[in-house]
């Protein structure tokens, strides 16, 4: 591991440019458990909660398991290392940006400026009618299900449900930092959400070198990664980060 964590910030000192894609595993060390697998969400609660035409045919039911997944639970969580580490990366100009496919906010709440959010925030809600958005506070939710202040329409939160699109810009920012990185690290995804899931395959494709950091394997581990650095984010790329220290 030693060896792979040196050539790895070998080749991030000699990057142009260097992305980091993640996914639900980043925010795992924060106590948010990832939607597949041993823990996951699916296995707690019903997906269908985040259907769009199900959402607006009950939306008094599906905002209560809404509001208790991810503003009860979710809403307290912290950032940890690994999205610290990242946010002193772009710092110090070793990363450009980061695609995350996560909703929780941790990047920006750690450090990060340029994120491209591939399925948008839960810190924000969006009004279904007229598109005013509200940041979230704890009085949004007094009576359910919220509903928008100028124009009494249902507010759904501003991350996409399934049958959804993926917000335009943020999709259009990812495909751009997936063709021209020559390092994409890929951290804590198991690469079954697609369009996401793309992403590191479009950055292979355009040349970049995949590393991918995740305590188990994914989709992309025998395809496409390069170097595989077996482990848990936020212990991964504290090493990595004491590495570049020496260095710079
Ligand atoms: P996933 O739920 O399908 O898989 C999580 C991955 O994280 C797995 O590969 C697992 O091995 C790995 N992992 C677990 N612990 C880890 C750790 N400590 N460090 C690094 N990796 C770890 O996740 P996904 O591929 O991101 O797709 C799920 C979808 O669910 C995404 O679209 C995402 O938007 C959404 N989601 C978001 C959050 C969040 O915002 N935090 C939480 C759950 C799900």
Same mark, same amino acid.
């Not at 390069?226 to 482990?231: A, E, R, S, V, Y």
């Given at each position: ?8 910030v ?15 595993g980043?925010?795992?060390e ?18 269908i ?41 772009e710092?110090?100009?070793?990363? $450009?940006?980061?695609?995350? /496919?996560?909703? !929780?906010?941790?990047? &920006?709440e750690?450090?990060? @400026? *340029?994120?491209? %959010? ?10 279904t ?17 919220p ?10 939160p ?13 999709y ?13 690290i ?16 479009i ?14 394997? $994914?989709?992309?581990t025998? /395809?496409?990664? !390069?170097?595989?650095? &077996?482990?848990?984010?936020? @212990? *991964?790329?504290? %090493?990595?980060m004491?590495r570049?220290d020496?260095?710079s």
């Amino acid at each position: 591991m030693e060896n792979k964590i040196k050539e790895v910030v070998e080749i991030i000192k000699k990057s142009k440019r260097t992305t980091a894609f993640t996914g639900a595993g980043i925010s795992v060390e924060s106590g948010i458990p990832p939607f597949r697998g041993d823990g996951g969400l699916w296995n707690k609660y019903d997906p269908i909660v985040l259907d769009l035409n199900y959402f607006y045919n009950n939306p008094k039911e599906s905002w209560s398991v809404i509001k208790e997944i991810f503003y009860d639970f979710f809403g307290t969580a912290k950032f940890n290392r690994a999205h610290e580490v990242l946010a002193e990366m772009e710092k110090q100009n070793y990363l $450009s940006a980061v695609i995350t /496919q996560n909703i !929780d906010n941790l990047h &920006q709440e750690a450090g990060s @400026e *340029v994120v491209h %959010e591939f399925h948008g925030n839960s810190k924000t809600l969006v009004c279904t009618s007229c598109g005013k958005k509200y940041t979230v506070k704890d009085e949004i939710f007094k009576k359910l299900p919220p509903k928008c202040k100028e124009c009494g329409h249902l507010l759904k939160p501003d991350f996409i449900f399934f049958g959804e699109g993926i917000p335009q810009i943020a999709y259009q920012k990812s495909i751009e930092a997936a063709q021209n990185s020559d390092v994409f690290i890929v951290i804590g995804s198991t690469g079954e959400v697609v369009p996401a899931s793309q992403m590191p395959f479009i950055a292979k494709q355009n040349g970049a070198k995949i590393i991918e950091i995740n305590p188990n394997e $994914s989709k992309y581990t025998s /395809q496409i990664t !390069d170097i595989f650095l &077996q482990g848990k984010a936020g @212990e *991964v790329l504290d %090493e990595v980060m004491s590495r570049l220290d020496k260095i710079s």
